[in-house]
């Protein structure tokens, strides 16, 4: 099952500055997640406009059909912070739930998580 990560491509790059360059930070850390993502068949990388994640820009969404969701911020727009992100969202895609047991987490993403969503329609546990 394919697992989508949805990068916020309007997060500011950094606190005090909107854009480097010509580019928001969402659009660069976006750039790196494609790249590091690019031919692998369980991902499915998406530019999303807002996450209305703005105080914890860049945001980021991992999601699946019939899967636990999250949402994670405060990342900066990097490579090492997306070679996180990808290979957290490979260990979601590998996950019958998409709960990933947190001694498996990159480290990269710990300290990151906002929230995690219910799986619509789906039991709560």
């Not at 980021?60 to 900066?76: D, H, N, P, R």
């Not at 300290?111 to 709560?124: D, I, K, N, Q, S």
Request: with cysteine; hydrophobic share 40%; aromatic share 6%.
């Amino acid at each position: 099952m394919t697992t989508t990560i949805f990068v916020c491509d309007t997060c500011r790059y950094s606190a005090d500055e909107k854009l480097l360059g010509e580019k928001t930070g969402g659009e660069i850390l976006c750039e790196h997640v494609e790249r590091l993502a690019a031919g692998n068949a369980a991902i499915e990388v998406k530019r999303q406009s807002c996450l209305m994640g703005c105080t914890r820009h860049c945001n980021i969404a991992v999601a699946a059909q019939e899967k636990l969701s999250y949402v994670l911020g405060e990342f900066l727009p990097n490579e090492d912070s997306a070679q996180a992100i990808v290979d957290y969202a490979v260990l979601h895609a590998e996950s019958d739930s998409g709960r990933v047991p947190f001694r498996e987490w990159p480290q990269g993403v710990k300290g990151h998580f906002v929230a995690r969503l219910p799986v619509l329609g789906g039991e709560t546990t």
